[in-house]
């Protein structure tokens, strides 16, 4: 495990998530990239310094700090521009990276289907472009491990004219996937199966739904992002009629906007599902804000106008009584479940059948 410094900059602005909390969430990602975390430093400053991003003085400071503790990789939580990403790697003298790259990661370790590996290469290449200064020696310079990977590593190309023409070869291979995956969704149509999209936030349990309903055996992990491929399952309803469920790549606050335009095929899943199942973890202390980024994302593939049960779950581990009740207020209707204990299955399916038949 490579050991890890966190570093987050707090302007001293009045977000709806404290410097501490998008730390705790950094840490999480990078325990899910395969990172020990050693320290996670919250750095106050007025405002970001251009060259160095959080002061000379200060990188000098944690340079130190990397020597004697043997810091293998310095994650920033705030996106580096070229510059500030070099300066800093100079000065810390360990490899660098920023929350996208760390990302980019995780979802090119996760990336198994033919499709998701073209996906993250994309994305991959897109950020890479507009940062690449003089002739891109940064690549070579970060020697491997996380933020490093994916399944363009070997390929990772250097030059931006040669990056230019592959992203484009990529987009023409998406294109032809999508086009295939359009015949696919027309025949679905053809057979009217109501289909329904697991959304929701990372780490909400939208695999362990979709397993418990269906029987199906996708990867659950207390993980983030543990899923990149989507999964089709049928289940039939008590009615009888049969339904599709769908379990999809988990959002993110800020999730990267390469990310979500290389991702748009797999993300038209949800964008065309009949109905969307919005699941939140109840029991995550920033359970609403996971939800309003998890809405932001699903306006921004145009899925925004379509019906949208919301779903809370894992109420097993809710321990305060009255934070169901609170929740279900704020979110107007809202069905309470437990996933891993397979519980309020019925009121779920009752709110299906409700919004769709
Ligand atoms: N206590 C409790 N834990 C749950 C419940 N549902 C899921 N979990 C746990 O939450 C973690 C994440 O579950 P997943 O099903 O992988 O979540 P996901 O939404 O598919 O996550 P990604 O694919 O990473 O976006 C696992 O450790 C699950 O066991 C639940 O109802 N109660
Ligand atoms: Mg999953």
Not at 129 to 137: A, D, I, M, Q
Not at 302 to 318: E, Q, Y
Request: charge should be positive; proline fraction near 3%; aromatic fraction near 4%.
């Amino acid at each position: 495990m490579e050991r890890a410094l966190l570093v987050t900059v707090d302007l001293g602005k009045r977000e709806e998530w404290t410097a501490e909390e998008r730390s705790r969430e950094l840490a999480e990602l990078a325990r899910s990239a395969g990172a020990k975390v050693i320290r996670e430093e919250i750095v106050k400053r007025h405002s970001i310094c251009p060259a160095t991003f959080i002061g000379k003085g200060k990188a000098e400071e944690l340079s130190a700090f990397c020597k004697a503790e043997d810091i293998k990789v310095v994650i920033f939580n705030n996106d580096l521009a070229g510059t500030q990403a070099k300066n800093l790697a100079d000065i810390l003298g360990v490899k660098t990276i920023d929350r996208t790259q760390l990302i980019l990661d995780i979802f090119a370790s996760r990336a198994h289907s033919n499709e998701g590996k073209v996906q993250v290469e994309l994305a991959q290449l897109m950020y890479l472009l507009p940062r690449l200064t003089g002739k891109g020696t940064e690549l070579s310079r970060l020697g491997g491990g996380i933020g490093t990977r994916g399944p363009g590593e070997q390929k990772l190309e250097v030059d931006r004219r040669r990056i230019r023409a592959r992203i484009s070869r990529l987009k023409d291979e998406l294109e032809g996937l999508e086009k295939r995956r359009d015949m696919m969704r027309k025949r679905r149509e053809r057979f009217d199966i109501p289909m329904i999209a697991i959304t929701g936030y990372t780490n909400a349990g939208k695999s362990t739904l979709l397993n418990a309903l269906t029987g199906s055996t996708v990867d659950v992990k207390d993980k983030l992002f543990a899923t990149l491929d989507p999964t089709v399952r049928r289940f039939r309803m008590p009615s009888g009629q049969e339904t599709l469920f769908v379990d999809t790549v988990g959002f993110l606050t800020d999730l990267p906007h390469n990310l979500i335009e290389a991702f748009k095929a797999t993300l038209e899943e949800v964008a065309t599902a009949d109905i969307i199942l919005h699941l939140v973890d109840a029991s995550h202390p920033k359970a609403i804000e996971q939800a309003q980024a998890t809405v932001k994302v699903l306006e921004e593939i145009g899925a925004g106008s379509k019906p949208v049960i919301t779903v809370l779950n894992k109420a097993d581990k809710v321990t305060d009584p009255e934070r169901i009740a609170r929740l279900k207020g704020y979110f107007g209707e809202a069905v309470a479940i437990s996933a891993l204990k397979k519980e309020g299955f019925d009121k779920l399916i009752d709110a299906i059948l409700l919004s769709k038949f």
